[in-house]
């Protein structure tokens, strides 16, 4: 079993009244993989849980691998962004079995795929960058163009900069590369995480170099940079199922003809199924939390451009969509957060 004696980078302390039947609830268990939208939504979770419902709150770092077993377990209670098509045999096994409960969509809309910077494709006369790739519009069309992001380790060949390891849209990129005949025109390199994909993309950016790399949406990088995402052939259930059982060791990747684009989807919660008895009201209120795709984007922009902390986002989303947060709260509850606010100093 995984302990999380691991990095504890919040630990409760709001003073918010306690509605459960002991004096002192234990904590709720969240988890942090260190992604920014990941960040606000469980800030925002944590200031109602805290002091709409009066129970402490631990959200620990850990890793992708790490997070599912922690919530499998239950040594973690909650997690609010389950990106369930990225290890969907892990997702519905751990559903099935019902030691998971997927609790819903905490945003609606997100997307995963291949990105360059849009000054690669068509030039950005206004920093003076020229088109490197102007017939770049497809992930077919990178073999013509390795040349344009040169690997400085290999010189032979491009460089696509990965997911980090032990998530599984890491060995579908791979897969992906050999289907669609790439993996002899460029090498692929791990991220060290997500912030170091955050790094390695909005430094090429500020710089104006060329850089392809696996990414996702919504986040702050590409509301604040212009991105292309690269055309794939559409999403296909037979054939993403081929590259699943490629991943697995089922079939050889050799054997598969064609590969598609991830499938967009919503985000959903997870919560382990302990909660439900631990926190039953806590449960009834992440069913209900959306914090919707465009405002999510809006507050990562507000976070990255006023270089704001995770609770300040928090407090920037709590203003700024009172009519979204207060629909997902019984009266008392609403009414209890929202003097908190104000006694932090919040504008409502």
């Not at 005949?181 to 090498?187: N, T």
């Not at 170099?209 to 052939?233: C, H, N, S």
């Not at 499938?263 to 939390?289: Q, S, T």
Request: hydrophobic share 40%; net charge negative; glycine share 6%.
């Amino acid at each position: 079993m995984v302990s999380l004696l691991i990095v504890v980078v919040s630990i409760a302390g709001c003073g918010g009244e306690d509605t459960g039947e002991g004096s002192d609830p234990d904590p709720i268990v969240m988890i942090d993989n260190q992604w920014q939208s990941l960040w606000i939504n469980n800030a925002i979770a944590q200031f109602i849980i805290e002091e709409g419902y009066g129970y402490p709150v631990e959200i620990v770092q850990v890793s992708t691998s790490v997070a599912r077993q922690t919530l499998e377990t239950g040594e973690a209670h909650v997690h609010t962004e389950l990106w369930r098509f990225n290890d969907y045999d892990w997702y519905t096994r751990v559903t099935e079995s019902g030691e998971v409960i997927d609790l819903g969509p905490i945003y609606d809309t997100s997307a995963q795929g291949w990105y360059v910077p849009r000054y690669v494709v068509e030039g950005c006369e206004e920093r003076d960058i020229e088109a490197t790739a102007p017939g770049l519009e497809s992930v077919f069309d990178l073999a013509d163009y390795w040349e344009v992001f040169e690997d400085p380790e290999d010189p032979d060949r491009g460089l696509f900069i990965n997911s980090e390891l032990g998530q599984d849209c890491t060995d579908i990129n791979e897969i992906k590369f050999e289907v669609y005949g790439l993996d002899e025109y460029y090498r692929i390199q791990a991220a060290g995480g997500a912030a170091a994909l955050d790094a390695s993309l909005a430094g090429a950016y500020e710089r104006g170099e060329p850089i392809v790399a696996y990414y996702w949406e919504p986040t702050w990088l590409l509301g604040k940079y212009d991105f292309v995402r690269l055309e794939e052939p559409e999403y296909d259930e037979e054939i993403w199922a081929d590259i699943e059982r490629a991943m697995h060791d089922e079939i050889e990747v050799s054997e598969l003809e064609e590969a598609c684009a991830y499938k967009e989807h919503a985000v959903n919660k997870g919560i382990h199924a302990d909660l439900k008895d631990i926190a039953p009201e806590v449960v009834e209120f992440l069913d209900e939390m959306n914090v919707g795709s465009d405002a999510l984007n809006e507050t990562m922009a507000e976070m990255e451009t006023h270089d704001l902390e995770d609770m300040e986002a928090a407090f920037w989303y709590f203003e700024n969509y009172q009519e979204k947060w207060r629909s997902w709260l019984p009266d008392e509850v609403e009414k209890r957060v929202e003097e908190a606010l104000i006694e932090e100093g919040a504008d409502l």
